[in-house]
């Protein structure tokens, strides 16, 4: 919602100061280093006591690293209000999403819904109230003030999970060790996938072009929402069941988020040139808009292909993997930054061509380590 009041009301200039803004935030949600990732991996396995080790070291690693993060994107930026308030933000969602993990693993579906509800839903509702009523300074105010206090609130929530903990905790980093390090590795290239086009096209192109392309995404952002959400609730299972089977397809459970997304892909793709015309005065870039919103359909699927490459302990496919995709989409993003006519057009086409071509190396990768055991 607070999106839709952005793209509304502000200036294509100040859209794109945003855009910059949220790839800060979106650092902020690496702050653990590759911990979190762990914990999709060996709560699903591990006992309440261990896994407790593991969430206490996320968090607390979690919370320096984004002081750190905070620091340094101060000394880097001049709107320093703005980066300030989005990397609280990022911290807050960082926090929370480590918590709703460590739930969704352990199959606590009650404190993982209670998780997401207060944050990020709890402020966004407040964010919303905040800019509808006192313009984008309270809505800044109101971000930094109720990301804190989510942030608190899930924490003393988590409090008596964390009570747990022994002296174990080398014995722990050191179980995880190997696996932290490959998928921290691999999780910062997927990021740097989501936040290398805006960097690009902020380096060849102005920030309304920027803001312009940030519209665009928006689409994209929301409907990636539908796979993610519904993927919350199968992951565990994948993991558990890999494991033990060493099964590495699971087309029911693709079944399960694939059509969801599709639907909503195309009723997005239908409903765009009403939304767009009636909400927005951004007419020249429905065409955009409704092609992005094809992106989403592969997320419906890699996350599944990420998960179980994960339980077979194919980490190193996984960062090859990625490492070659993003080296791809770089280096036809800087042609594109530098010779496009259209670079609106170029970068949408380029986002949705990268989600296809990920999920084809995760699939090539798969299948021939299915081929090398048989």
């Known amino acids: 919602?607070?999106?839709?009041?952005?793209?509304?009301?502000?200036?294509?200039?100040?859209?794109?100061?945003?855009?910059?803004?949220?790839?800060?935030?979106?650092?902020?949600?690496y702050s653990h280093l590759g911990l979190r990732f762990s914990l999709d991996r060996y709560v699903p396995v591990w006992d309440?006591?261990?896994?407790?080790?593991?969430?206490?070291?996320?968090?607390?690693?979690?919370?320096?690293?984004?002081?750190?993060?905070?620091?340094?994107a101060l000394l880097f930026t001049d709107n320093t209000l703005l980066i300030l308030v989005f990397c609280i933000w990022g911290y807050g969602v960082a926090i929370a999403t480590i918590l709703k993990n460590y739930y969704r693993a352990s199959a606590d579906a009650t404190r993982m819904l209670a998780t997401y509800i207060a944050c990020p839903t709890i402020p966004a509702v407040a964010q919303t109230a905040a800019y509808y009523h006192w313009g984008f300074t309270g809505f800044l105010i109101v971000t930094a003030a109720a990301s804190l206090a989510a942030t608190i609130y899930v924490l003393m929530k988590a409090w008596p999970v964390m009570l747990d903990i022994r002296h174990q905790l080398i014995e722990t980093l050191h179980s995880v060790r190997s696996t932290t390090i490959t998928l921290f590795i691999s999780a910062v290239v997927i990021f740097l996938t989501f936040a290398v086009d805006r960097i690009i096209l902020n380096a060849y192109s102005s920030k309304e072009v920027l803001g312009e392309y940030s519209i665009i995404l928006f689409a994209f952002s929301l409907l990636l929402i539908i796979p993610s959400t519904v993927a919350e609730f199968i992951f565990p299972k994948i993991v558990r069941t890999t494991v033990d089977e060493g099964k590495a397809f699971y087309p029911r459970e693709?079944?399960?988020?694939?059509?969801p997304t599709a639907f909503a892909t195309f009723v997005a793709y239908l409903s765009v040139p009403y939304l767009v015309a009636r909400f927005t005065s951004y007419g020249h870039l429905v065409e955009y808009t409704q092609l992005v919103t094809l992106g989403v359909l592969p997320y419906a699927v890699t996350p599944v292909l990420f998960h179980v490459m994960s339980a077979l302990d194919l980490r190193l496919q996984l960062v090859m993997s990625a490492c070659a995709v993003l080296g791809v989409y770089v280096l036809a993003l800087v042609w594109g930054g530098a010779h496009a006519a259209n670079k609106l057009e170029f970068f949408t086409l380029a986002r949705v061509y990268f989600g296809y071509t990920l999920l084809f190396v995760y699939w090539l990768c798969l299948v021939m380590r299915r081929r090398g055991t048989e």
């Open 48 to 72: 309440r006591h261990r896994s407790a080790h593991l969430l206490w070291i996320c968090i607390w690693l979690s919370s320096f690293v984004s002081a750190v993060i905070i620091g340094i």
């Open 1 to 29: 919602m607070i999106n839709i009041l952005f793209i509304k009301t502000l200036t294509l200039n100040t859209l794109g100061e945003i855009a910059i803004a949220k790839v800060w935030m979106q650092v902020m949600d």
């Open 254 to 259: 693709m079944l399960t988020i694939l059509v």
